[in-house]
């Protein structure tokens, strides 16, 4: 049975520039205000330091149907069905360090029925399915069946165990100067939008069985820089080639962003794609290096269930994200004590895992540099370097992969 929300008033609202911008695009997502608590909030960032704590709760926009007359249109990326951009003006942190966008996570599964330009076939639904038709597989890998129950994950939405880990190694890796994303807050849903039934109390929905009973939903709010990862523009698994054209421009935009984003960090005005591909392998390089000289390993850098090595969660400003997947020594050490796995050596995982992430880094850089030749032109109209040519792309990668494994060494060393 739904429940009747009550509009939060004007005065209590966030600042109209940190609000829900209004945007449409291609993929246009309503949202609604939840009710929730907040569990996390990072005082690094000044402005939303500043905020009550009925304003931060304004963060916490759920996706709805489309045809609801309420709520706001927002831009919706294809391939990231559990988040979206919620604002894009400047986010500054204490160092004043810009980070330009707000995304929040765990918004309820947006199904586009496909990807490429929206028709009237697949405008932006949102589908918060049932458990027993639709369960994420668990992201840690399990051997054991025993471990199963308890790491099911609801599609669409985010646990508060997972965006609490994200948040703390968001902390920890930006310590180390490692270009990441950062947790602004963490709030930890009261009610959520269900079709059929409308806004509805979490609670209900675990005592339906919707929701398991140790399944906390949360909004994950964050600090992310490029909301554009590598993946989004080479990954067959969301572009499929008959969508060449539209695929073309929307490639170019995301990569015209970026550059400037990258241009006015360097110092740098009008930067071009071959210096910026080259300063993607350096700094890339050194991320990676940072990464595993402090004990870390990514994981997600490295694989998808399907089982192919492929881009996936490196920005198109080069900020290693989504850091839930992240690993150390003693992490892997606690895994296999619950496993039983006590023939595996903790050392020689953590080994092969770092390895692991350097193959996916350079893997990155290759779907990088092919994207690039794709939009070369567009980007930068009578420009052509050259380098970007098919017959010099083999020199071209190789020089690309040298930079990154001198940026590696440098570091850990």
Not at 128 to 155: D, G, M, Y
Request: charge should be positive; aromatic fraction near 8%; charged fraction near 30%.
């Amino acid at each position: 049975m739904g429940i009747e929300r009550m509009p939060s008033s004007p005065a209590t609202r966030l600042p109209e520039r940190l609000r829900p911008r209004e945007a449409l695009q291609e993929y246009p997502v309503r949202l609604e205000r939840m009710e929730g608590e907040i569990m996390r909030r990072n005082g690094a960032f000044p402005e939303i330091a500043s905020l009550s704590e009925t304003q931060i709760l304004d963060f916490a926009h759920f996706a709805v149907d489309p045809e609801n007359p309420n709520g706001v249109w927002v831009d919706h990326r294809p391939g990231h069905n559990r988040s979206f951009v919620f604002s894009e003006n400047s986010v500054l942190d204490e160092n004043g360090n810009d980070y330009g966008k707000i995304n929040i996570k765990g918004t309820g599964f947006v199904s586009l029925g496909g990807v490429g330009p929206v028709t009237e076939a697949f405008k932006g639904h949102h589908i918060f399915p049932e458990l027993r038709r639709r369960i994420l597989r668990p992201k840690k890998k399990i051997s054991s069946q025993k471990h199963v129950a308890s790491e099911k994950v609801v599609f669409g939405l985010m646990s508060l165990e997972d965006a609490t880990i994200d948040y703390d190694n968001g902390e920890r890796l930006h310590a180390l100067g490692i270009r990441t994303s950062r947790g602004i807050a963490i709030i930890k849903l009261k009610t959520i939008f269900y079709p059929g039934k409308g806004i509805v109390e979490v609670e209900t929905l675990k005592k339906e069985g919707v929701i398991p009973h140790n399944f906390d939903p949360v909004v994950y709010v964050r600090a992310t820089g490029s909301d554009h990862r590598i993946r989004d523009y080479e990954d067959p698994e969301f572009f499929p080639r008959s969508n060449r054209s539209w695929l073309r421009k929307r490639k170019a935009e995301a990569f015209s962003s970026a550059l400037k984003r990258v241009s006015k960090e360097i110092g740098k005005e009008g930067i071009t794609i071959e210096e910026y591909v080259k300063w993607f392998a350096q700094t890339l390089g050194r991320q990676i290096g940072i990464l595993h000289k402090n004990g870390y390993v990514h994981q997600g850098l490295h694989k998808r269930p399907t089982g192919y090595v492929h881009p996936v969660d490196i920005t198109l400003d080069c900020r290693l994200v989504d850091l839930d997947n992240v690993d150390t020594l003693e992490s892997i050490q606690n895994n296999l004590r619950k496993l039983e796995m006590t023939n595996t050596d903790p050392r020689k995982m953590l080994e092969i895992k770092k390895v692991r992430d350097v193959e996916a880094a350079k893997h990155s850089l290759k779907a990088l540099v092919k994207s690039c030749q794709d939009v070369e032109s567009i980007i930068q109209t009578g420009t052509d370097s050259g380098l970007f040519k098919k017959k010099n792309m083999p020199s071209f990668n190789a020089h690309i992969m040298e930079i990154f494994d001198r940026a590696y060494q440098e570091v850990v060393t």
